[in-house]
């Protein structure tokens, strides 16, 4: 019931102070939450796990790009940039999450038994599970830094007649400008997700255990990659706005 008044307080706060575009980026996570639905269920139903993933973080970007915005060029470009770095870090990821083996549950820290809600065989590959998390927490960061520097050059172009070449040190300094608050933005969501985790171990565990937990690893590495993603798709952006940007 608290759930739904505060949806309810957020959805008619939202849509009276940004009216039309907020009702749709308002729409446009309902539909991810959708999407994100039907991709658990079908991992549940045995579909396979790969396809399921990447068609999720397609339609998943495609809902945030093209649905909420009408400029089409914007959305193109900011989409090719997000899917080139997808697939160039998604290589990246499966390295990363196979050689530190962060996939599955801690069993020095979780104890995997029926009786806590846990079972040791769910018929789910973790390795992928894992790449699924990743790649969606990659696929929301890059996302949001794409459509910034992708928006702030198309006003830069609108109302001056830059070459490529200064273009795209412009589309540099507005990824700059804002990767500071970005990161900032992936700092404070790893820390409010886990006080409560620091806080449950810390009667458990040392210091030193809980820096080299599974957990906090997976956490911590997911952050990372998420972070780099932010870092990586600024002059990709900037690169490819300021060749396909009409500078009329």
Same mark, same amino acid.
């Given at each position: 019931?608290?759930?739904?008044?505060?949806?309810?307080?957020?959805?008619?706060?939202?849509?009276?102070?940004?009216?039309?575009?907020?009702?749709?980026?308002?729409?446009?996570?309902?539909?991810?939450?959708?999407?994100?639905?039907?991709?658990?269920?079908?991992?549940?139903?045995?579909?396979?796990?790969?396809?399921?993933?990447?068609?999720?973080?397609?339609?998943?970007?495609?809902?945030?790009?093209?649905?909420?915005?009408e400029?089409?060029?914007?959305?193109r470009?900011?989409?090719?940039?997000?899917?080139?770095?997808?697939?160039?870090?998604?290589?990246?990821?499966?390295?990363?999450?196979?050689?530190a083996?962060?996939?599955?549950?801690?069993?020095?820290?979780?104890?995997?038994?029926?009786?806590?809600?846990?079972?040791?065989?769910?018929?789910?590959?973790?390795?992928?599970?894992?790449?699924?998390v990743?790649?969606?927490?990659?696929?929301?960061?890059?996302?949001?830094?794409?459509?910034?520097?992708?928006?702030?050059?198309?006003?830069?172009?609108?109302?001056?007649?830059?070459?490529?070449?200064?273009?795209?040190?412009?589309?540099?300094a507005?990824?700059?400008?804002?990767?500071?608050?970005?990161?900032?933005t992936?700092?404070?969501?790893?820390?409010?997700?886990?006080?409560?985790?620091?806080?449950?171990?810390?009667?458990?565990?040392?210091?030193? &255990? @809980? /820096?080299? *937990?599974? +957990?906090?690893?997976?956490? !911590? %590495? &997911? @952050? /990372?990659? *998420?972070? +780099?993603?932010?870092?990586? !798709? %600024?002059?990709?952006?900037?690169?490819?706005?300021?060749?396909?940007?009409?500078?009329?």
């Amino acid at each position: 019931m608290t759930l739904a008044i505060f949806a309810i307080i957020f959805t008619f706060s939202a849509i009276a102070i940004g009216r039309d575009g907020t009702a749709k980026a308002i729409i446009g996570i309902f539909g991810n939450i959708i999407v994100i639905t039907v991709l658990i269920f079908s991992i549940w139903m045995g579909i396979n796990e790969w396809l399921s993933i990447i068609i999720s973080c397609i339609l998943m970007t495609a809902i945030s790009l093209f649905y909420q915005s009408e400029n089409q060029r914007k959305n193109r470009i900011a989409a090719m940039s997000v899917l080139l770095m997808m697939i160039v870090l998604a290589a990246f990821s499966y390295i990363i999450i196979e050689a530190a083996n962060l996939q599955g549950f801690p069993t020095g820290q979780v104890s995997i038994r029926p009786a806590n809600g846990y079972k040791a065989e769910v018929g789910v590959d973790f390795f992928v599970l894992q790449m699924g998390v990743v790649l969606i927490m990659l696929e929301g960061a890059m996302v949001d830094t794409a459509i910034s520097v992708v928006s702030s050059m198309e006003e830069i172009v609108r109302h001056s007649h830059l070459k490529p070449s200064e273009l795209f040190e412009s589309g540099m300094a507005v990824g700059r400008g804002i990767l500071s608050s970005t990161i900032n933005t992936l700092f404070f969501i790893f820390l409010g997700q886990n006080l409560v985790f620091f806080m449950f171990f810390r009667n458990e565990f040392t210091v030193e &255990s @809980m /820096l080299n *937990s599974k +957990i906090l690893s997976q956490e !911590i %590495i &997911s @952050m /990372l990659i *998420s972070a +780099i993603g932010c870092v990586s !798709i %600024i002059p990709v952006a900037a690169f490819l706005s300021s060749r396909y940007m009409n500078t009329k």
